[in-house]
C-alpha cells in the first residue's frame, strides 16, 4: 500500500522559499498525479497544484507566480518550491496522490510549515 | 469565500440520517465535473470518502453516499454514528480558474 510523507524545515522566514519534499514509498511514483494541498490552522483546503511523473504540471493560478513543482523519479519523490512566502502561507502542508478522475486518493499525514521570523 | 458552498455545520443524533450539500456553479459541478467528497477526522489527515459522484473506495461503509444534480452535490450518512463526527469537503474542477477547488466544510456533530 502506498505510503506519502512530507519532510522540510518546519520554520522559514518571510520573503523566503518554502520548501518540501514528499517522499513515496509502497508504490511506484510514475505513471500518476501527485498534488500538494494546505490548510490554515482551523481553515479549509486549499489545492496548490500537481505534477506528473513526466514534469508535467498544473497550478493554482493564485499562487503560479511564486510556485514551482518538481519530481525525481530515481527517488520516488516530489517538490513543492513557493518563494516569496508571508504569514498567510503558514499552513498544514499535505501530499497526496491522485487517483480516479483527479480525486485525492492518498494523503500523507501532513507537515505544519510557519512562517515567521 | 469557496466557489463551492457547503453549510457550515450540521447535526443529527446516532442513528439518524443526514446530508450535506455542496453548492457550485455551471463551471463546475454544472459542468458535469465530477465531485468527490473527502471526510477529516480531527487531528488527521483528510480522507476520501466518495470519488466521481457516487463510488466509495474500498472499506468506506455503504452509509456514506454521494449524489449530484445540476449545479450541487450531497453526501448523506445514514445510521449515524459518534465516530462519524468530523469535517466534510467537497470537490469539484473549476473551469474559470483550470484549477481543482474545495468546499469550505461542514463539520458533522453527532449529538
Given at each position: 500500500q502506498v505510503q506519502l510523507q512530507e519532510s522540510g524545515p518546519g520554520l522559514v522566514k518571510p520573503s523566503e522559499t518554502l520548501s518540501l519534499t514528499c517522499t513515496v514509498s509502497?508504490?511506484?511514483?510514475?505513471n500518476y498525479f501527485w498534488s500538494w494541498i494546505r490548510q490554515p490552522a482551523g481553515k479549509g483546503l486549499e489545492w496548490i497544484g500537481r505534477i506528473y511523473s513526466s514534469g508535467n504540471t498544473n497550478y493554482n493560478p493564485s499562487l503560479k507566480s511564486r510556485l514551482t513543482m518538481s519530481v525525481d523519479t530515481s527517488k520516488n519523490q516530489f517538490f513543492l518550491n513557493l518563494n516569496s512566502?508571508?504569514?498567510?502561507?503558514?499552513a498544514v502542508y499535505y501530499c497526496v496522490r491522485d487517483g480516479y478522475?483527479?480525486?485525492?486518493e492518498t494523503w500523507g499525514q501532513g507537515t505544519l510549515v510557519t512562517v515567521s521570523s | 469565500q469557496s466557489v463551492l458552498t457547503q453549510p457550515p455545520s450540521v447535526s443529527g443524533a446516532p442513528g439518524q440520517r443526514v446530508t450535506i450539500s455542496c453548492t457550485g456553479s455551471s463551471s463546475n459541478i454544472g459542468a458535469n465535473y465530477d465531485v468527490h467528497w473527502y471526510q477529516q477526522l480531527p487531528g488527521t489527515a483528510p480522507k476520501l470518502l466518495?470519488?466521481?459522484?457516487t463510488n466509495r473506495p474500498?472499506?468506506?461503509?455503504?452509509?456514506f453516499s454521494g449524489s449530484q444534480s445540476g449545479t450541487s452535490a450531497s453526501l448523506a450518512i445514514t445510521g449515524?454514528?459518534?465516530?462519524?463526527?468530523a469535517d466534510y469537503y467537497c470537490q469539484s474542477y473549476e473551469s474559470s480558474l483550470s484549477a481543482w477547488v474545495f468546499g469550505g466544510g461542514t463539520k458533522l456533530t453527532v449529538l
Open positions: 509502497g508504490g511506484s511514483i510514475t512566502v508571508t504569514a498567510a502561507d503558514t478522475s483527479s480525486s485525492s | 466518495i470519488y466521481a459522484k474500498s472499506g468506506v461503509p455503504d452509509r449515524l454514528q459518534a465516530e462519524d463526527e
